[in-house]
């Protein structure tokens, strides 16, 4: 599945942001989705991510309450609802795929990526 991301910005803190990731390549249905960001100088980390039945969903305590991941699998699609965006949100993000997998896995886990799109929130 190949995956192209949408949605980046710059906005202020405080403000709320929906970054896209659309997926091309059957069976989208049977993939996890997840969102990922890296910030400069830093490692990749897991922000989000939703199982490939759409059930569950997984959040890193950073954005907990303030990220939503949604998935829609008509349209081949996974959305990534930012809200009260911080300063420390700025980074790259990225949706990945995982075949039948889970809302959390590992990076290295993920069969597919897409480039990223950037996020810069002001203070």
């Known amino acids: 599945v190949q995956l192209v991301e949408s949605g980046g910005g710059l906005v202020q803190a405080g403000d709320s942001l929906e970054l896209s990731c659309a997926a091309s390549?059957?069976?989208?249905?049977?993939?996890?989705m997840g969102w990922f960001r890296q910030a400069p100088g830093k490692e990749r980390e897991f922000v989000g991510g939703i199982n490939w039945t759409g059930e569950a969903t997984a959040y890193a305590d950073s954005v907990k309450g303030r990220f939503t991941i949604s998935r829609d699998n008509a349209g081949n699609t996974v959305n990534l609802q930012m809200s009260n965006l911080k300063p420390e949100d700025t980074a790259l993000y990225y949706c990945?795929?995982?075949?039948?997998?889970?809302?959390?896995?590992?990076?290295?886990?993920?069969?597919?990526w897409g480039q990223g799109t950037q996020v810069t929130v002001s203070s």
């Open positions: 990945a795929a995982r075949m039948f997998g889970g809302s959390y896995s590992p990076m290295s886990d993920y069969d597919s």
């Open positions: 390549g059957r069976a989208f249905s049977r993939y996890a």
